[in-house]
DNA sequence: CGTACTTTTGAATCGCATCAAATCTGGTGG
DNA sequence: CCACCAGATTTGATGCGATTCAAAAGTACG
């Protein structure tokens, strides 16, 4: 599972220090895959090249709840001075990956300012993306969720599907039957369009 | 309304580096008056005291969104490198509140490590509590968010409620009156006990 | 004392969850 | 190449729970 350091994504070669780069460790994961559990001990860094990766947490009752649904990025920023992780990491598709050591990255942002500078845009970053996800949860129809979606995280309204609408429907907050039928009846009123892989507001 | 320099939190002393204390303006507010608008530039970081503030979001239905229910702590993190606020912020209770330069708070981050250091944890904090509200909010009926919120955000399930149940309710995502008519049946089940400002659950 | 707001209860409606089942899909192994 | 299986997709029917609209009662404040 774990390959040799090959080539690390353009994104996280821009974000980590020159230093950091020979720790990089990228390997190709699975649908099925774990990348990491729930009370687990943080070792490693982990940055999507591509695929998709579903943070997760269990509810009381069972039912998954996805947290985060990441297809490009750091995935367990806030796990940086964690003694333990707080949710799973699921692989969903076919995925590129890369690993950095915990420790690491830790001594570099102690040392190197410009890294820690690019390390807190990159937090600010995400508290924003998930203030977004608060806002767009608050909404209380299937119809206006997906389309703040649309707006919030696609590029001019277009947003490329990947692992199907079953796992869209998980971070939407909504079962995948709500999630489908919305779809359905938006495309039959012309408000949205579906080109097989890809979702488009008109 | 800005009064001068007094006394600054403990918690806000023991995150700001001594050099940056001169610039903190503390001032009192009172309910209904706003600390910043979406669309202004950001010139201050907000950090509370005491009282409570609320970032709310516009709906296109013109329905307010809550996007965070501030009683505590730095307010606007994510704004210190944003050229526009992207949301409200309006004082619902008398609050006590302190402002510091962003242009000092960034330039201080340049150059003390160990500042930069502080500052990435309580991002990461508040990375970890976002991710907990959208879990949060992905439950679907209101007593399962009531009970998830007070055992996360609550001290041993104990909640001060402060300005009232209804801007507990617009955090939750929910209607007043679903969250008055939750609490009353709860109490009635013996599973919640309500002490005028305190939430608690059994 | 009046105004504004919160709190509370009621009734009607609507949207989504839930359960169920059929179809379609890609991938596996015989 | 085909049978088969697991999962995604799709449609249907039903019920519950929250929204919505409405209105009354309580409360703080000037």
Redo the contacts between chains.
């Keep these: 599972m774990a390959l040799p350091f090959t080539q690390i994504h353009q994104e996280l070669a821009a974000l980590l220090p020159a230093a950091l780069r020979e720790y990089c460790v990228s390997a190709s994961y699975a649908r099925g895959e774990r990348l990491f559990s729930a009370g687990e001990k943080p070792k490693y860094m982990f940055f999507i090249s591509s695929g998709e990766v579903l ?1 997760e ?1 269990m ?1 009381m009752q069972g039912a998954p ?4 649904r990441a297809r490009s990025g750091i995935i367990s ?2 796990s ?3 003694e333990r992780y ?2 799973h990491a699921n692989v969903v598709l076919p995925s590129e990956i890369t690993g950095v050591p915990v420790v690491k990255v830790n001594s570099a ?3 190197d ?1 410009a890294f ?2 690019r ?3 990159m ?2 970053r ?3 993306r ?2 977004l ?3 767009r ?3 209380h129809r299937v119809d206006d969720r997906l389309m703040h979606f649309l707006e919030t995280e696609g590029q001019q309204g277009t947003y490329p599907l990947g692992s199907g609408l079953k796992s869209l429907a998980g971070e939407l ?1 909504v079962t995948h039957e709500a999630l489908y039928r919305c779809v359905a009846s938006m495309e039959k009123k012309g408000t949205l369009q579906r080109d097989g892989e890809h979702l488009k507001m008109i």
Tied chains: 1, 2.
């Excluded at 709840?65 to 985060?68: D, E, F, G, S």
């Design positions: 943070l947490r509810g709840i996805v947290l985060q920023e806030a940086l001075r964690s707080h949710c942002l102690s040392s300012p820690s500078n390390w807190i845009a937090l600010n995400e508290v924003k998930l203030r996800q608060c806002e949860l608050s909404l907050g």
